[in-house]
Nanobody
Framework: QIQLVESGGGSVQTGESLRLSCVVS????????MGWFRQAPGKDREGVAM???????GYADSVKGRFTISKDNAENRLYLQMNSLKREDTAMYYC?????????????????????WGQGTQVTVSS
């Protein structure tokens, strides 16, 4: 069974940083595309960043240059380093494992039964 457990959310001021963490069961970590999505109240879930099993990364335009996705192979842990946070980054952030033919955010269907999600961690950015 594939399990994902996020941590690291919190409340910060604009311009500050947070690092999210997601512990992933080993099978997903080594075989699946891993990523971060977020969902703000009243909005659809949107892709933030994705990383392939061999470390290739991709980002949403809204976070390029500010967010960095990475993996720690020794701990089967996925990270999202978020710098220069803005109010519009406020959302529930979810860790994702997806079995895709290519690790690309645009290929993820959030409603697909083939995706695995963590429980979410809240990020709140205030001015």
């Amino acid at each position: 069974q594939i399990q994902l457990v996020e941590s690291g959310g919190g409340s910060v001021q604009t311009g500050e940083s947070l690092r999210l963490s997601c512990v992933v069961s080993i099978y997903a970590y080594t075989n699946y595309c891993m990523g971060w999505f977020r969902q703000a109240p009243g909005k659809d879930r949107e892709g933030v960043a994705m990383i392939s099993p061999d470390g290739l990364t991709g980002y949403a335009d809204s976070v390029k240059g500010r967010f960095t996705i990475s993996k720690d192979n020794a701990e089967n842990r996925l990270y999202l380093q978020m710098n220069s946070l803005k109010r519009e980054d406020t959302a529930m952030y979810y860790c994702l494992a997806a079995n895709l033919f290519r690790c690309d955010l645009s290929l993820v269907d959030p409603s697909s039964q083939g995706n695995y999600w963590g429980q979410g961690t809240q990020v709140t950015v205030s001015s």
